[in-house]
């Protein structure tokens, strides 16, 4: 059964979601992210993807105080993103409650460091983000774009004990449009042990119902459940 992974991005403390990354097309939905964390718990969830959108800008996590909120309050396994950039920043997402830590920018521009993690903290632990358009990885909150192809950069980590990945499609996501399938599926047929994360794109029940019959192992879900496109009750009913 794929774990649906619901999305709470911070800017300034609050609850909102971006358009293809761009951080001028920003909509606050909500002011309290720890109740809309419940919320997600009441559903039957068990995960939540946390976003620190300041710390992804400012490249040190800034909504801590948030994580630990929200760890302490629910029992949500989250994983948490955004300014993760050293070992100071890494040992405080862990104080503050994060189960597993997502590096992407990072893994491109420091991988001596993101190994350095994985050998560390297990590859349990650290999520390697994989943010790809036209299948080449983007970083930086997706305002920068590489070369490296998203296979040859997730085999490589494979290899140095990497086994969860969460990959969005950039020109996919905040769209409404579908997941990139075909991504994911390419990804599952070269890294058939590799624990992929789908994210960006779900617009409906239908797209997780497709995931899922991919053994896709999780889907983040943001903006549909934002917009009323996936409901809350629907995710409970897919639970039971």
Known sequence: MI???????????????LTQGDYSQKKTYNENPLEVAKSFEDSGIQR??????????QKRIVNH??????????????????GVQSDEMIKIA????????????????????????LKNYGGEKIILGADA??????????????EKSVYDFVGEYIEKGAK???STDVAKDGLLQGPSFDLYARLQEKFPMLHIIASGGVSVMDDIIKLNEMNIF???????IYEGRVTLKQLADFYK
């Open 164 to 166: 969860y990945t969460i």
């Open 94 to 117: 862990f104080e503050c409650g994060a189960r597993q830590v997502t590096g992407g920018s990072v893994a491109v521009k420091n991988p001596v460091l993101f190994e350095e993690w």
């Open 3 to 17: 774990q649906i992974i619901p999305a709470i991005d911070l800017i300034d403390g609050k609850c909102v979601r």
């Open 133 to 146: 358009r036209d299948e080449k990885i983007a970083i930086s909150g997706w305002e920068e774009a590489t």
């Open 65 to 82: 105080k948030v994580l630990e909120t929200i760890a302490s309050h629910t029992n949500l396994l989250i994983d948490f993103g955004g």
């Open 218 to 224: 999780g889907v983040i879900v943001g903006k549909a």
């Open 48 to 57: 939540l993807h946390l976003v620190d959108l300041d710390g992804a800008k």
